[in-house]
């Protein structure tokens, strides 16, 4: 069973996505799911920046799992759509727009940076990139299996890791806001060691500022954004040199 969520994502992005008629949307089929991507190439000897989309709308505002994660927020997309590199990637989580057979909620709840789900983002992204340079850019949760990515694929050419107000130890975040652990997904207990930047919110009430830099420590370029809260980044001017 597949359903795609094409009328709604098409929708959602219709601003977004309005002066990007570069942008194409592909479905990438990688370890057992079908994961959404918007693909702008131009050149195929250039690096790629690959977007990884958050953790979107798995809970809803009574804390109970949603029947469908699909982000409703469209900053990370944004992002991408601003990118004038030659090559952009926007990609989406597992079972975010579109439904694969073997969806569960497990998948983006306890199980979200599971095996076999970081697994099929790193097919994912090996698939795409087509062995070019890759600048990794993850938000959110995002970040998080971006990260663990780069760690479970050592020979991935990553030019560059970027996270966006990123959980970076699921473990830590949990506990600091008194929620069930993560029983059944990876953690990053050292963060990927390559060239990175972090961008974090001053005001970002859902990865505290004082958890970032606990976690990134002297790993890492740290960017405080000021003013900004967990979505607050729709105007970064990222550095991806």
């Not at 000021?226 to 001017?237: I, Q, R, S, T, V």
């Amino acid at each position: 069973m597949r359903i795609v969520f094409l009328a709604f994502f098409l929708g959602a992005c219709a601003v977004a996505w309005r002066s990007a008629d570069v942008f194409t949307f592909v479905p990438v089929s990688a370890g057992g799911f079908d994961i959404a991507t918007y693909q702008k190439i131009t050149d195929t000897h250039a690096p790629v920046h690959i977007y990884i989309e958050g953790d979107g709308h798995a809970f809803d505002a009574y804390g109970t799992p949603t029947d469908d994660p699909t982000p409703r927020g469209t900053m990370l997309r944004d992002l991408a759509m601003r990118d004038t590199a030659a090559n952009v990637i926007y990609m989406a989580r597992p079972c975010q727009f579109i439904m694969s057979g073997n969806c569960t909620k497990k998948y983006w709840t306890d199980g979200r940076f599971a095996p076999v789900v970081v697994d099929a983002m790193g097919a994912a992204v090996t698939q795409v990139a087509d062995g070019r340079q890759i600048v990794l850019v993850g938000y959110s949760g995002g970040a998080m299996v971006s990260g663990l990515v780069i760690k479970r694929n050592p020979g991935l050419p990553v030019k560059k890791w970027i996270t966006i107000a990123g959980v970076l130890n699921h473990a830590g975040w949990t506990e600091y806001f008194g929620d069930a652990p993560l029983r059944t997904s990876l953690d990053l207990r050292n963060l990927p060691n390559v060239h990175a930047l972090h961008y974090v919110g001053a005001d970002d009430e859902v990865v505290p500022n004082a958890l970032s830099q606990k976690w990134i420590g002297d790993s890492g370029k740290i960017v405080v954004i000021p003013n900004a809260g967990h979505e607050g980044f729709k105007d970064l001017d990222i550095d991806f040199e």
